[in-house]
Nanobody, 115 residues
Framework: QVQVVESGGGLVQAGGSLRLSCAAS????????MAWYRQTPGKQRDLVAR???????NYADSLKGRFTISRDNAKNTVYLPMNSLKPEDTAVYYC?????????WGQGTQVTVSS
């Protein structure tokens, strides 16, 4: 059994900041990568940022410079500080953990940016 739990979402004004956290626990023996995705109603789930076990990162082009992904391998935890938030960043943010060919998803955390 694997659990992926996100935290840190909430309501913030445009220009503000939030920091998302995601912890994976349970029967995980080797995590290859962790990532953040986001989804708005009626749209597909899109990649926000991804980080490998070695620390290599990639981001959605539109988010570079405002969002920064990092991880603590010892804690199986990934972080996503988000700065200069815009109303279009409003979405449910999901954490994904990739391990031995499987993808484990969290339940999501709502981020709402008011104008």
């Amino acid at each position: 059994q694997v659990q992926v739990v996100e935290s840190g979402g909430g309501l913030v004004q445009a220009g503000g900041s939030l920091r998302l956290s995601c912890a994976a626990s349970g029967s995980i023996f080797s995590i290859n990568a962790m990532a953040w995705y986001r989804q708005t109603p009626g749209k597909q789930r899109d990649l926000v940022a991804r980080i490998s076990s070695g620390g290599s990162t990639n981001y959605a082009d539109s988010l570079k410079g405002r969002f920064t992904i990092s991880r603590d391998n010892a804690k199986n935890t990934v972080y996503l500080p988000m700065n200069s938030l815009k109303p279009e960043d409003t979405a449910v943010y999901y954490c994904a953990t990739f391990s031995r060919g499987y993808t484990y998803w969290g339940q999501g955390t709502q981020v709402t940016v008011s104008s």
